[in-house]
């Protein structure tokens, strides 16, 4: 008796395949950037409301987020 041989993806299979992982890798750029930036912002606009001190904790936090973005996409295009 043979064995059945798994069937072979077709070409356009693999292609979606891969359109589909370089889009969910552009998603999680993005929403990394977007998200890093956003905390920063908003840590900062909160301690500056604390601490009346407008609006050097916010551009500090903003710049603070600004630098977790980049390091996040250099651990994510080291990790891909």
Same mark, same amino acid.
Do not use: H
């Given at each position: 008796?043979?064995?059945?041989?798994?069937?072979? *993806?077709?070409?356009?299979?693999?292609?979606?395949?891969? @359109?589909?992982r370089? /889009?969910r &890798?552009?998603?999680? $750029?993005?929403? *990394? $950037?977007?998200a890093c %930036? $956003?905390i920063?912002?908003?840590i900062g606009?909160?301690?500056?409301g &604390?601490?009346?001190t !407008?609006?050097?904790?916010?551009? /500090?936090? !903003?710049?603070?987020? %600004?630098?977790?973005?980049?390091k !996040?996409l250099?651990? @994510?295009g080291?990790k891909n």
């Amino acid at each position: 008796m043979e064995e059945k041989n798994q069937k072979e *993806t077709p070409p356009e299979y693999d292609e979606k395949r891969e @359109l589909y992982r370089a /889009l969910r &890798f552009f998603s999680q $750029i993005s929403f *990394t $950037i977007v998200a890093c %930036v $956003i905390i920063g912002v908003l840590i900062g606009r909160f301690l500056d409301g &604390f601490f009346g001190t !407008s609006p050097w904790l916010l551009a /500090l936090f !903003s710049l603070l987020g %600004v630098a977790a973005a980049f390091k !996040s996409l250099f651990d @994510l295009g080291m990790k891909n």
